[in-house]
């Protein structure tokens, strides 16, 4: 395998990188066999397409050989349709912070392959970047929402509606007390470099981080699991770092028991009024003890409740079982990222620490009332298996994501005005939504009606304060007249991400028309200051995808005629 970068982009060029932790969860899922996949015309080690400067050509991605048997799995995503506001006004979804989609992705495409389209969690690509929203003004409220409105690149017919959330910082030396469990798969199938070998050397970056006031324990399981370190004060590094070198892997994966152990060494430990988080590590190949998908998320879900989350770091490639790892990270009150290089592991557990442990906001949801006098159809861009019913936003009792300190979300709609002529969708014949109840809402309507004629949408928040039952509420109404001529960086740069995260999955809503040219277009017009080059690492990948697809289909989408 082989890595170069000059000096000035290294940290961009291992970011680039191919290994992987993950602190990730999803929900049963099916498994995607690349040697199923429609063969390609490649050649063995794919490079980058060639850049538009000197200064997009200095990182270069660590090659992979490719897996002999692939066991990964993923959960199907149907993309969220195109719905008409006549007939479903209202859009209700949980935030979710989780990244490791874009890892994982980024770990395929530098591999020289194109991810199967049940890989692309377009929520989670987006979630990875910073878009420099405004920050609350104090801790009073937890985060500031800013919204923005513009014409979609790929249509000028169609606007979209940006939402971003952002979550007030705090300083590593202002962190509550921690209790973390580091619970580690040792089983026979950690034992290849980029899973076990790669696991010590990202616990080993957040080690130095721990104060004496923190606890970390950790477990082991492969055929049993073991207690390897009992709750040691985190000022006591020689120690924690020595536990980790001495791991070794071997044996089937019990994993059951493994969560099990460290849900009882974090319940000795817990804190209260402090971070208490069990940070399981694992490829997700569980194959003996509670493998049993929704035992497992009745498990985590009983121990969120009493104060202990859970994140999962997952590792590797050929077996990674992407679907257990996010969803157990969903059910537990906790975040999933996949690490693909030590520098990536740094981000998760290092620079973005406050964010990764410290929930500053729980059961956070986002509903979206559009109206239907200014507003034809939408559709809601990624968060497919985030998706709640209208009830639900209410409800407190129906769980919903996590917001962590520093932590910024993004929602992206793409909507059609009423009267632009760019609907998809053909209204009814008969009932709500036809033509004749159109023709009704057109009749005059009493003054409280026509102050909300010059509203497109009302966004509504729910969220809990830590420790709090009861959710607050907050509105904020969108404007027609807020849609500006063209889009901000922040938004263009989203509309790219969004884009390459359609065309990887087929297509199906930014055509071809706009294709890969347009997204690199996009996303070179918006690198703006990229402190950390992730966006012009994002650009590099975009003109990869776009030389691959050339070659064939994406592997795992939908190809036509079928």
């Known amino acids: 395998m082989l890595l170069r970068a000059t000096p000035r982009t290294a940290p961009v060029a291992a970011l680039a990188l191919g290994i992987a932790i993950v602190l990730a969860v999803a929900g049963c899922g099916k498994k995607v066999d690349r040697a199923d996949a429609p ?186 699991a073991g207690l390897v370190l009992p709750p040691t004060p985190g000022d006591r590094g020689g120690e924690i770092l020595a536990a980790l070198d001495n791991l070794a892997a071997g044996g089937s994966t019990n994993g059951g028991e493994g969560i099990q152990l460290a849900y009882a060494t974090a319940r000795q430990a817990f804190v209260d009024g402090g971070i208490n988080r069990v940070l399981l590590a694992t490829d997700g190949d569980f194959n003996v003890g509670t493998a049993n998908q929704e035992a497992l998320e009745t498990l985590v879900a009983d121990q969120r409740k009493s104060g202990i989350a859970l994140s999962t770091l997952g590792f590797g490639t050929g077996n990674y079982n992407d679907a257990m790892a996010e969803q157990l990270a969903d059910v537990g009150n906790g975040n999933h990222a996949y690490i693909d290089s030590a520098l990536e592991a740094r981000k998760v557990l290092v620079e973005e620490l406050g964010s990764t442990l410290l929930t500053i906001a729980g059961d956070v949801k986002v509903q979206v009332e559009f109206n239907p006098a200014v507003v034809a159809e939408y559709r809601l861009i990624g968060y497919e298996n985030r998706m709640l019913k209208r009830e639900d936003f209410n409800n407190d009792k129906v769980d919903a994501g996590e917001i962590g300190a520093g932590h910024d979300v993004t929602a992206l709609y793409e909507v059609t005005l009423v009267g632009s002529g760019g609907e998809s969708v053909d209204p009814l014949r008969y009932g709500k939504g036809s033509e004749a109840a159109a023709a009704d809402a057109k009749a005059p309507k009493a003054a409280a009606g026509d102050a909300k004629s010059g509203e497109l949408a009302l966004l509504r928040l729910r969220y809990k304060r830590p420790g709090e039952n009861d959710s607050r509420l907050i509105e904020t109404p969108l404007l027609r007249k807020d849609i500006a001529g063209e889009p901000s960086e922040r938004l263009r740069f989203a509309a790219s991400v969004a884009a390459f995260g359609d065309l990887l999955r087929g297509g199906t809503y930014v055509g071809q028309d706009f294709g890969w040219n347009g997204v690199i277009g996009l996303a070179r017009g918006a690198r703006g200051d990229d402190r950390n080059g992730y966006r012009g690492e994002f650009l590099q990948l975009a003109q990869t995808a776009s030389s691959l697809q050339a070659s064939g289909p994406v592997k795992g989408a939908a190809v036509a005629g079928e």
């Open 39 to 224: 063969a390609m015309d490649q050649p063995e080690s794919v490079a980058m397409a060639a850049p538009a400067s000197a200064s997009e050509t200095e990182t270069y991605f660590l090659q992979q050989a490719p897996v002999a048997t692939n066991t990964e799995n993923y959960e199907k995503i149907a993309a969220n349709p195109i719905h008409r506001v006549a007939e479903q006004p209202v859009s209700t979804f949980s935030i979710d912070v989780d990244t490791g989609s874009y890892a994982n992705v980024r770990r395929m495409l530098a591999a020289g392959e194109l991810p199967p389209k049940d890989a692309v969690r377009v929520e989670e690509l987006l979630n990875y970047f910073d878009y420099g929203y405004p920050k609350p003004a104090s801790k009073d409220t937890p985060f500031q929402v800013t919204t923005e409105l513009a014409p979609a690149p790929w249509n000028a017919k169609h606007v979209l509606m940006q939402i971003g959330i952002q979550g007030y910082d705090v300083d590593k030396a202002e962190l509550p007390p921690a209790n973390l469990v580091l619970l580690i798969d040792t089983s026979g199938s950690m034992d290849e470099p980029d899973k076990l070998p790669l696991l010590k050397k990202a616990f080993a970056q957040l080690v130095p981080q721990l104060r004496a006031k923190d606890r970390i324990s950790i477990v082991t399981y492969a055929g049993s």
